[in-house]
Antibody, heavy 121, light 108 residues
Framework: EMQLIESGGGLVQPGRSLRLSCAAS????????MHWVRQAPGKGLEWVSG????????GYADSVKGRFTISRDNAKNSLYLQMDSLRVEDTALYYC??????????????WGQGTKVTVSS | SSELTQDPAVSVALGQPARITCQGD??????ASWFQQKPGRAPVLVIF???NRPSGIPDRFSVSSSGNSVSLTITGAQAEDEADYFC???????????FGGGTKLTVL
């Protein structure tokens, strides 16, 4: 069974950092692009960041560019999101999602259950 | 604001066709994907590419496009289709991905 399990969320003060992780299983991780998508409480989906199969291409939403860094370790079947200089508006449920292709086309065919990030003083 | 626009809500009678639209200039060049999200659950991919359905998605879900608009059609909406639906695609620069604001589908 293809599965994604996120971890690392929690309550953090504005300006601090947090690192999210996503453990993949049930598929050949290094064949596919991966993404982070977030959803603020009661709101829609927002693409946060994506990374190609070999880390050669990364992309970020304007709202997080310069503050968040996506990375992956194909040997560990893991995806990461380093979040620095966190803001209250970064509060959301963060999903890890698998792309159906090796570069990011947007068809996220597998999703995790999400990890909650709350930024508050 | 999102570069992809969706109507906030659509209602349909049980068994009737439902149409949910996504508009944006980037859709003239790039395919859209569609996701279904039920309360408290992670999104599920229902359509991607020209008209591809992942395994397990009923064939009552289909997509069509015209100009800068893509439409998700559910032929014969069922009670279990009641959910939020989101489209996504590349943005106008082609370098990033973007989601539409979502459409809440109510099956009456």
């Amino acid at each position: 069974e293809m599965q994604l399990i996120e971890s690392g969320g929690g309550l953090v003060q504005p300006g601090r950092s947090l690192r999210l992780s996503c453990a993949a299983s049930g598929f050949t991780f290094d064949d596919y692009a991966m993404h982070w998508v977030r959803q603020a409480p009661g709101k829609g989906l927002e693409w946060v960041s994506g990374i190609s199969w070999n880390s050669g291409i990364t992309g970020y939403a304007d709202s997080v560019k310069g503050r968040f860094t996506i990375s992956r370790d194909n040997a560990k079947n893991s995806l990461y999101l380093q979040m620095d200089s966190l803001r209250v508006e970064d509060t959301a449920l963060y999903y890890c999602a698998k792309d159906e292709g090796s570069y990011y086309g947007g068809a996220f065919d597998i999703w995790g259950q999400g990890t909650k990030v709350t930024v508050s003083s | 604001s999102s570069e992809l626009t969706q109507d906030p809500a659509v209602s349909v009678a049980l068994g009737q066709p439902a149409r949910i639209t996504c508009q944006g200039d980037s859709l003239r060049k790039y395919y859209a994907s569609w996701f279904q999200q039920k309360p408290g659950r992670a999104p599920v991919l229902v359509i991607f590419g020209k008209n591809n359905r992942p395994s397990g998605i009923p064939d009552r879900f289909s997509v069509s496009s015209s100009g800068n608009s893509v439409s998700l059609t559910i032929t014969g909406a069922q009670a279990e289709d009641e959910a939020d639906y989101f489209c996504n695609s590349r943005d106008s620069s082609g370098k990033h991905l973007v989601f539409g604001g979502g459409t809440k589908l109510t099956v009456l």
